[in-house]
């Protein structure tokens, strides 16, 4: 056999090796979901990639964008850092992600929105849980007229009218308490025929919405059950209706049947193991999991707890103020002949309608022209905007009194001799037609 022969087989063998050895339990990916932290910090204030200035018909906005998988918890909080004031837009353009942007609010240089998952991470147990809950809700609603009006009769009474009907008084020490718990039992047994309706009710919509989950007979018998019994099947409905939600929300099919919440539990665990976090890089449990949902399963999983967020800051713009917008900026020629500096000097005044004002420089070019701002109280010049609209200047206030403010343009090699100084075009807000 010849040299290269054996070389490739021993390659061949070293990629078939290398295949065995390879963990079958989990792809890569799927075994690293990172839990996102508490609070997710944005500064778009920052220059380079992560942030993008924009300039289009609704003016300029900083943009970011921030991505992350909402697991671990139910929120998450952006703090964000702003390069100016302005109106802070926080949206997520997935469809298909289950969570809403709440609370969006900004304080002085600061932002903060809240991220809220629409689906919190839940078991089976969880969700058994919550649908006892939500039946004792729904009775405690019901009785709760007959509590409120059993509050202006007096111990004795109550106590009369609970022995009249066979019912055990209940004993505490504290008479407070004890009138209290007289309340509580009169309105139980006053509320009782009304519950029972109600309970009625809610059970035949559930079974009207989803006829395979109640037999015709079992529907039957729910005019003769008592309380206890229309209380289990409610609650056994409602954590059917709330695995089938929680199911549907996150993309995992399932089969309509009487034995849902059987059937469907093991499925519901798996989402709520890999929602909560808590599975981590465990390849055992990615294994059981990829086994009870199928790569598919995973991969709708991960669509919906995706967050994709666009954040955008505004800047405020007086619609009175004719120079507050980029695109209706005066225009200064960069470069002229003979020409050894031009000076642009300007006013602001916040009290007047006039807190910015944006200038487009004609054939600037970095390498040609020096460009010098000026500094003091009163205005901020930000730094050139390099767009496909040309090359921007905004100067803006950054108090409510008036300032004077200039910056010059001079030739990188100092030619010419004139001086040329550009005064702005005064803001008139109250001129009237006609001009």
């Not at 969880?126 to 059993?150: N, T």
């Not at 995992?252 to 849902?260: A, F, K, M, T, V």
């Not at 004002?357 to 010049?381: C, K, M, T």
Request: aromatic letters at 6%.
């Amino acid at each position: 056999m010849n040299l290269g022969i054996r070389r490739r087989l021993a390659n061949w063998g070293l990629a078939l090796a290398a295949i065995l050895l390879w963990p079958t339990s989990v792809a890569p990916a799927q075994s690293r979901w990172p839990v996102p932290p508490e609070t997710v910090a944005i500064d778009l204030s920052a220059r380079g990639k992560q942030v993008r200035v924009v300039f289009d018909g609704d003016g300029l906005a900083y943009e970011a964008t921030a991505d992350f998988l909402l697991i671990g918890s139910t929120k998450v909080v952006l703090d964000i850092t702003l390069p100016e004031p302005g109106r802070l837009d926080v949206r997520s353009p997935l469809p298909e992600s289950q969570c809403e942007v709440r609370n969006v609010s900004v304080t002085a240089n600061k932002g903060r929105a809240e991220i809220v998952s629409l689906v919190p991470s839940m078991s089976r147990t969880q969700l058994r849980q919550l649908a006892e809950q939500r039946v004792d809700e729904i009775i405690a609603q019901v009785e709760q007229p007959f509590h409120e009006g059993a509050k202006g009769i007096s111990a004795p009474q109550l106590a009369a009218f609970l022995r009249e009907r066979g019912v055990t008084l209940p004993k505490e020490n504290d008479p407070m308490q004890q009138h209290n718990a007289l309340i509580a039992a009169y309105a139980r047994v006053k509320a009782a025929p009304a519950v029972l309706e109600e309970l009625r009710k809610q059970c035949a919509a559930l079974a009207d919405a989803h006829p395979a989950w109640v037999r015709a007979e079992t529907r039957a018998g729910w005019k003769e059950a008592e309380r206890t019994a229309l209380t289990t099947t409610l609650r056994k409905l409602v954590q059917m209706q709330l695995m089938a939600d929680y199911l549907t929300r996150h993309g995992i099919p399932y089969q309509d049947s009487e034995n849902l919440i059987e059937e469907t539990a093991p499925l519901v665990d798996a989402v709520a193991r890999i929602t909560s976090g808590a599975i981590g890089t465990n390849a055992v449990q990615w294994r059981e999991v990829r086994a009870r949902l199928g790569q598919a399963g995973i991969e709708s999983v991960r669509r919906a707890v995706s967050v994709q967020l666009s954040i955008r800051l505004i800047p405020p713009v007086d619609v009175q103020d004719a120079n507050s917008q980029w695109y209706l900026g005066q225009r200064v020629a960069c470069r002229a002949r003979d020409v050894s500096v031009i000076r642009v000097e300007g006013t602001l005044d916040p009290a007047s309608n006039d807190a910015a004002d944006w200038w487009i420089l004609e054939r600037y070019d970095a390498g040609e022209v020096n460009f010098r701002p000026a500094r003091g109280n009163g205005f901020q010049i930000d730094r050139l905007f390099q767009t496909p609209q040309g090359t921007l200047l905004r100067v803006r206030a950054t108090g409510s009194a008036a300032a004077n403010y200039w910056f010059e343009l001079r030739p990188a090699n100092q030619r010419g001799r004139l001086q040329v100084t550009i005064h702005e075009s005064p803001n008139d807000d109250r001129s009237e037609f006609p001009y």
